[in-house]
């Protein structure tokens, strides 16, 4: 991973990475580049729970020390929109009776810093709900996540709505989340499936640097 903080973050060494990023801050390294080494860690996280080495308790220790380390003083200042060129806009959830929002908050943090405009309607979003939302924020995008695997149905069901409200061909689903493996991969009228936040972000810009030809 080659930077201390990345592996103390990936390694839920909560304590160190915290003690790390106030080193780095001291010795001038900016709030981006601590912000991007926090992502990175969480990204490293993320996978780990899809090879089973990690729990959902986990994920939610991560989210809590990125949380921690943005609130440090040193860190409060920090806007990540600052100077961004306005690349687009993603409109996010987790599906119907899924209240895990970790991997989601991970990709809506690093949308975020990259300048896309992301609008998150939380957890346990109704596919109804996800129809309403296009059409008052006209994303560019729909991104659905679902970590369990009781609710991937709900992945369908939304994606069909979309469609039967006609808002379909002007944008892209890209679908992620814990409950989709290679099982899964083929997941009918998604434009992208994937559970790796790097893969996913360039997979998004993309989209917006074409749509934006």
């Not at 991560?62 to 409109?91: A, C, H």
């Not at 300048?115 to 346990?124: A, H, K, P, Q, Y």
């Not at 006209?138 to 409200?165: D, Q, R, W």
Request: some cysteine.
């Amino acid at each position: 991973m080659g930077n201390k903080l990345v592996e103390y973050v990936s390694e839920l060494e909560v304590n160190l990475a915290k003690t790390e990023a106030r080193k780095m801050l001291s010795e001038g390294v900016s709030q981006k580049d601590i912000h991007q080494l926090m992502l990175e860690g969480l990204n490293e996280i993320g996978k780990k729970y899809e090879a089973g080495e990690c729990f959902i308790g986990d994920l939610i220790v991560s989210g809590m020390l990125m949380k921690d380390i943005l609130s440090m003083d040193e860190m409060k200042t920090y806007n990540p929109n600052e100077n961004k060129k306005f690349k687009g806009r993603i409109l996010m959830g987790t599906v119907s009776d899924d209240i895990h929002d970790i991997g989601k908050d991970i990709m809506l943090e690093m949308f975020t810093a990259e300048g896309i405009e992301v609008m998150d309607l939380g957890v346990d979003v109704k596919p109804e709900k996800f129809v309403e939302a296009i059409q008052v924020f006209k994303p560019h995008i729909v991104g659905i996540s679902c970590v369990l695997t009781t609710s991937i149905n709900y992945i369908f069901e939304t994606i069909k709505a979309i469609e039967m409200s006609g808002a379909r061909e002007s944008l892209k689903i890209i679908v992620g989340g814990a409950a989709i493996n290679k099982k899964y991969y083929s997941i009918d009228h998604a434009d992208a499936v994937t559970n790796d936040a790097y893969e996913g972000l360039h997979i998004c810009e993309n989209w917006l640097q074409e749509m934006d030809r």
